[in-house]
Structures are given as C-alpha cells and as structure tokens.
C-alpha cells in the first residue's frame, strides 16, 4: 500500500525560504521508474506543477519558478525534500506530494493528503 | 512551456447526460496526457493515463481519447458522485508536466 505525506511549516514570513518533507511508504525511490514530486494548489485555484524527482536523480522542475526550487531525495529515510526560497503571499496553497512511474505515462497515481501553506507576516 | 487549455471551464449537467471535457495542447505532447478528478477539500484522483488507459478502479463510464494536441475525457452517463472539477495533464515536456486550468462540472 502506498502512502505519501507532507510535512512541514504551516506559516512562513515572506522572504523566508519554505522547506517541505514527503515521507513515503510502499515503494521504494530507488526502484527503475519511479518518481516523486510536487505540486500545489492555491486556494480555490488551479493545479501547479513544481517539481520532481526520478528514481535516477534526475529532477525537472516548473521553469516558472526553477530558480527558487530544489528537490533532493534521501532513499535510506524514504523522504523526498522541497525547498522554495523568496516566499512571497501569491505562494499561498494546498502543497501536495505525488508519485508517479513510467509504466503508467509519468501520470500521478498516488497523492498526500495536502499540506496548507500560508505566507503571511 | 507546454500550455494546456481545457474547455469548457464550467459546465453544468444532469444525471444521466453524456458528458465530454476538451484538452489542448500548445505543441504535440503524442499521448502522455492524464486526467484527474478533484472534489472539495481533497487531492485529485488519477481517472486516464497516456491518453486512453483507464486507472485501475475507475469506472468504465469514464473514457479518454486523442493524441498529439487535442484530448478529450468522456463521461458516459454522469452519476451523482461525478460533480467535481476535472483536470488534464501533460506529462511529455522535460521542462515540466503542466495542468490545465481545470473544469467544474456542476449539476443541472
């Protein structure tokens, strides 16, 4: 059984720089294929593509927003880690982390349950 | 970038109707195209993957078609639990795997 949960601040300042965990359970982050990532959802708005990261080490990232982001993996402790710098209140929103794999089209099969960050001074 | 547009962006609906949600790709994505349902308060649920492949568990009333930039999900014969906003996704440009904007289905 898979399962995927965030973790991490629910309020940062701006300017401050927002660091989210997964810890993830049911695979493993080293097994051809599979992927972890994030992506976010402002309140009453749109899904936001961030970032993720291969099986690999191979990490892609929004362009959008690629100069504030870095996603590294720690397979050992099953946990992958997003940092965003420069916060600013348009960052606001449900972040959620995702899996993924190659078989299945590098679609999101398995979802967290969301963690709500608020930027706010 | 790969810019997704989704039509229409709200839609309403009754029990029973056949239902169809368009995806647009700005530039060929061939078939690595997802469709996602969202209810309030709770993260997305994966329906179609690569196009037209049905997620295990999903209900057969849903169906996917396309390729290259024009996609479109069905829902067969809309049941009360299918009112939710639907979301498309490319997963084909290394520079990023872009939703679209998201379609409200709402009940008639």
């Known amino acids: 059984q898979i399962t995927l949960k965030e973790s991490g601040p629910t309020l940062v300042k701006p300017t401050q720089t927002l660091t989210l965990t997964c810890t993830f359970s049911g695979f493993s982050l080293s097994t051809s294929g599979v992927g972890v990532g994030w992506i976010r959802q402002p309140p009453g708005k749109a899904l936001e593509w961030l970032a993720l990261?291969?099986?690999?080490?191979?990490?892609r990232y929004s362009p959008s927003l690629k100069s504030r982001l870095t996603i590294t993996k720690d397979t050992s402790k099953n946990q992958v880690v997003l940092t965003m710098t420069n916060m600013d209140p348009v960052d606001t929103a449900t972040y959620y982390c995702?899996?993924?794999?190659?078989?299945?089209?590098?679609?999101?099969?398995?979802w967290g349950q969301g963690t709500l960050v608020t930027v706010s001074s | 970038d790969i810019q997704m547009t989704q039509s229409p962006s709200s839609l309403s609906a009754s029990v029973g109707d056949r239902v169809t949600i368009t995806c647009r790709a700005s530039q060929s994505i061939s078939s690595y195209l997802n469709w996602y349902q969202q209810k309030p308060g709770k993260a997305p649920k994966l329906l179609i993957y690569a196009a037209s492949s049905l997620q295990s568990g999903v209900p057969s009333r849903f169906s996917g078609s396309g390729s290259g930039t024009d996609f479109t999900l069905t829902i067969s014969s809309l049941q009360p639990e299918d009112f939710a906003t639907y979301y498309c996704q490319q997963s084909y440009s290394t520079l990023g795997y872009t939703f679209g904007q998201g379609t409200k289905l709402e009940i008639k």
């Open positions: 990261i291969y099986w690999d080490d191979d990490k």
């Open positions: 995702a899996h993924g794999t190659s078989s299945s089209s590098h679609a999101v099969d398995y």
